[in-house]
Nanobody, 116 residues
Framework: QVLFVESGGGLVQPGGSLRLSCVAS?????????MGWYRQAPGKQRELVAS???????NYVDSVKGRFTISRDNAESTVYLQMNSLKPDDTAVYYC?????????WGQGTQVTVSS
């Protein structure tokens, strides 16, 4: 069974930073070339935050451009999301998945709370 295990979330003050990690089990990295970080805030739909190809080309939603950086380690089957200059609006549960997302692959996510 292929699973994504996200970690690195927590409570941070506005302006702070966090680094999220996502480890993929199985051969997901070799099957799906594009990975994504998603988030779901309370009362809102889940949205794609950033995506990255197998070669490292990245795209971001406008609201996080210049603040978040997605990266990946193919040898370790791990995707990262470096989040800087965090804002209260970034508060959400963050998930990784392939892009486009495959519903059967959602993990538990990691909670990010930005609050003073």
């Amino acid at each position: 069974q292929v699973l994504f295990v996200e970690s690195g979330g927590g409570l941070v003050q506005p302006g702070g930073s966090l680094r999220l990690s996502c480890v993929a089990s199985g051969s997901i990295f070799s099957i799906y070339p594009m990975m994504g970080w998603y988030r779901q805030a309370p009362g809102k739909q889940r949205e794609l935050v950033a995506s990255i190809t197998s070669s490292g080309s990245a795209n971001y939603v406008d609201s996080v451009k210049g603040r978040f950086t997605i990266s990946r380690d193919n040898a370790e089957s791990t995707v990262y999301l470096q989040m800087n200059s965090l804002k209260p609006d970034d508060t959400a549960v963050y998930y990784c998945n392939v892009h486009p997302a495959y519903s059967a692959l959602w993990g538990q996510g990691t909670q990010v709370t930005v609050s003073s």
